[in-house]
């Protein structure tokens, strides 16, 4: 099941951060003195020179550490996951659609798990610092529940942490992260997520459901993006 953008009620994650809220639907805008001190990389722009570089991660690689986190968020939930009251594995997309469907199908058969996805967006523009589309208002499903919010990055921690704050926000008991990549770059929001694939240095990469203008998303490994 996936919730889309349908309202166009804004809300405000944290107050205490809250500069200026854009008035267009579905846009929640924040600015902070730490987002000044550091955006994250520019997006490239998609040429007819931009090509896929060299492999950061395999697929081989990929496959053996999303069963390795399979395995740990199992063991981690299977004393207080039930048939009625299942961990929901909440998938942010578009970015997280391929990691979440491994990471679904290396769980055990027996884990009582439930799956739902959401529509968000942090770029403003070709950047993504400042803005979240589609951070709105969530279905009740979410209260006193335990959620685990997947993503495919983590890098200024900006829609991890205000996605977290709106579950929270909305009744979830318990609100966890696990992350395909982890950025190494200065952190802007509070946000450590309990499972990480992998640390990567600050660079612009695509594969395994990771795109640039809407392509390479297909590619089975994960790459550095090239200029030629």
Not at 35 to 62: C, D, K, V, W
Not at 77 to 101: C, Q
Not at 109 to 123: D, I, K, R, W
Not at 199 to 204: D, M, S, T
Request: charged share 20%.
């Amino acid at each position: 099941m996936c919730y889309t953008t349908r309202s166009s009620v804004v809300y405000a994650v944290s107050l205490n951060q809250l500069r200026h809220m854009s008035t267009e639907p579905g846009v929640a805008t924040t600015t902070t003195s730490a987002q000044n001190a550091y955006s994250a990389p520019r997006r490239p722009h998609m040429t007819s020179r931009t090509t896929p570089g060299r492999i950061l991660y395999s697929s081989e690689q990929i496959a053996a550490r999303v069963r390795e986190l399979a395995d740990a968020i199992h063991q981690s939930t299977e004393h207080v996951a039930t048939k009625a009251d299942p961990v929901i594995l909440l998938g942010l997309m578009n970015g997280a659609l391929v990691f979440l469907s491994d990471l679904l199908r290396a769980m055990p058969a027996t884990a009582h798990m439930e799956v739902h996805c959401q529509n968000l967006s942090s770029y403003k523009g070709t950047s993504s610092t400042g803005t979240i589309r589609g951070l709105e208002s969530l279905p009740d499903i979410f209260a006193g529940r335990h959620v685990i919010i997947v993503d495919d990055i983590l890098d200024t921690g900006f829609t991890l942490h205000n996605m977290r704050d709106r579950l929270l926000n909305v009744g979830a008991r318990q609100v966890d992260v696990c992350v395909l990549l982890d950025k190494k770059v200065p952190r802007t929001y509070d946000i450590a997520p309990q499972w990480v694939g992998f640390e990567i240095p600050n660079l612009f990469v695509i594969g395994y459901g990771l795109d640039l203008d809407g392509a390479f998303r297909s590619l089975p490994d994960i790459r550095v993006i090239e200029e030629n």
